[in-house]
């Protein structure tokens, strides 16, 4: 049985261009795995929080010296880490909030990067963990960031996704991009519909 992860996070509710297209993704991969199981999070309705200073100091104690405390501040991260490491497929969407993601995108995978459970340092550098899964990333952005703009090196959305994700060993990423979604509102029709055939491209490639 497949597992997908579906993380939203716009704060634009039904008209968000992000939700509509990973809303068309969930759809799609259910009727491609009908027993598939989805985690639904919606992170801008249910946000997980931001790391807490208690988390962060029990990670630097070694495990046997860990107190009750400790394990309990810690449980979000291992929660997120044991949620991650269960799925095969994450699909990410994206709003662009000055020029990245919005922050409880942020604060998700500042909950996923665990050291000695996603990531560690060895002799030859870091290693990521989290390895067999593919990701897919729907951002929408309302200027435009395509290669040839002027503004594509201010894109830290998708860029610093994969940077991240490939870092915990997440290399296998799609991604997909409205541009201009507030200046050029009449491509967005035709960007979405693009986007719709790509998603069904996509899914029944998996
Ligand atoms: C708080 C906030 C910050 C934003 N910052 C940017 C930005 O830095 N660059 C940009 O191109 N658009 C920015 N936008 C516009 C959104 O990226 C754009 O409206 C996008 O299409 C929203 O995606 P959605 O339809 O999925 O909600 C911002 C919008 C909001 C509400």
């Given at each position: 049985m497949k597992t997908l992860i579906h993380l939203d996070s716009s704060?634009?509710?039904?008209?968000s261009n992000s939700r509509i297209l990973s809303s068309a993704f969930a759809k799609s991969w259910q009727s491609k795995f009908p027993d598939g199981k989805i985690i639904y999070r919606d992170l801008a309705k249910n946000p997980i929080g931001h790391l807490t200073s208690e988390a962060v100091q029990a990670s630097y104690k070694p495990v046997e010296q860990r107190t009750p405390a400790d394990i309990a501040a810690l449980k979000p991260l291992h929660d997120a880490v044991d949620e991650l490491m269960s799925a095969d497929h994450i699909l990410i969407a994206a709003p662009m909030y000055n020029f990245t993601v919005p922050s409880s995108i942020k604060a998700w995978v500042d909950h996923i990067v665990v050291d000695g459970r996603t990531f560690s340092f060895g002799a030859n550098g870091p290693e990521g963990y989290v390895k067999g899964k593919k990701v897919f990333i729907i951002s929408s952005h309302g200027g435009s960031y395509t290669p040839d703009s002027p503004w594509a090196a201010m894109n830290m959305l998708t860029p610093w996704l994969r940077n991240i994700l490939g870092f915990l060993g997440m290399t296998d990423v799609e991604s997909i991009s409205i541009e201009g979604a507030d200046f050029a509102k009449d491509q967005v029709a035709q960007q979405m519909n693009a986007s719709r055939e790509k998603i069904t491209q996509l899914v029944a490639e998996l």
């Open positions: 704060l634009r509710g039904e008209e």
